[in-house]
């Protein structure tokens, strides 16, 4: 049994934090309002970027996951709680003398900067153009070089209950296709997100970084098409790149997760027909 801090308890920390207290962990979820956290899981209102609110961190913490999310999509939202936020709980830790055998962060495959198709794993550079990828970067060197063990998780794009937009547009005939060459995309589901992080948090050595996405980097487009066929609506229209604009400014890469699944991590949902089929198969009629 582990004492557990959930640093940013959303989407995702509160399916984590299910699945840890039913393993007999205890566990505290840290949010702003930490109102409507699972049963069994302690809450614990804080704001990670006013460090007045971390001075009294629950005791003898062996495990913190730090999993929060900005409010806004600018810059200086990801660098308050993806850089200054995580220094603030490090400073609190080393301040009350806690020695946290882990610290797990999850980060985004939004560093890598690749655009052509290229395959990526975790020794492929990383250099984001964008203020996303930079500030996520900057996070990761600084857990890193912090004196706690750390493991860095860069998650795809996370779809599941209630994120079910790409479902949507289709369904509405809102979706569209872009000409050309296949256009990548890497995601994975929700419940492979906490099956994931509870994976390596009972790993006996992980390594201190993963990639996090399912077994299968799929074209946008044959996504949006699998799903048009599945819901028996029309399939998306096709816009040419030229007329799209800035709405073509996109990543574009093949993330590979071969260092996950030798870890030993079993996916749910390798691909996403698994994913999106069970999220039709519960909306079904």
Not at 10 to 27: F, M, N, P, Q, S
Not at 92 to 115: C, D, H, K, N
Not at 218 to 240: I, K, M, Y
């Amino acid at each position: 049994m582990a004492r557990v801090l959930i640093a940013g308890c959303g989407y995702v920390g509160t399916a984590l934090a299910e699945r840890l207290v039913a393993e007999g962990h205890v566990v505290w979820g840290l949010r702003r309002h930490p109102e409507g956290l699972p049963p069994g899981v302690r809450p614990l209102a804080a704001d990670l970027t006013d460090p007045g609110t971390l001075r009294n961190l629950p005791s003898g913490l062996e495990c913190v996951v730090y999993m929060a999310a900005p409010d806004r999509l600018d810059d200086e939202a990801y660098r308050s709680i993806y850089v200054e936020g995580l220094s603030h709980v490090l400073d609190a830790l080393r301040r009350q003398g806690q020695e946290p055998r882990r610290i797990f962060f999850t980060s985004s495959t939004v560093v890598y900067a690749q655009a052509n198709g290229e395959w990526v794993d975790e020794r492929s550079p990383t250099e984001p153009v964008h203020f996303s990828g930079t500030r996520m970067l900057e996070a990761e060197r600084l857990l890193l070089g912090s004196p706690f063990p750390a493991t860095i998780l860069r998650l795809g794009g996370i779809y599941g209950p209630g994120r079910v937009g790409r479902i949507e547009r289709v369904r509405r005939g809102e979706a569209v296709c872009i000409d050309g060459p296949p256009t990548y995309t890497n995601r994975i589901h929700h419940d492979d997100c906490a099956g994931a992080l509870q994976h390596l948090m009972a790993h006996p050595q992980p390594e201190d970084l993963y990639i996090g996405v399912d077994d299968e980097p799929a074209d946008e487009c044959a996504v949006l098409r699998w799903l048009a066929a599945q819901l028996g609506v029309p399939l998306p229209r096709v816009e040419r790149s030229a007329d799209l604009g800035p709405r073509r400014q996109r990543g574009n890469k093949r993330c590979r997760n071969a260092r996950l699944v030798a870890s030993g991590y079993i996916f749910r949902y390798p691909t996403f027909r698994d994913g999106y089929g069970a999220l039709l198969s519960c909306s079904a009629p």
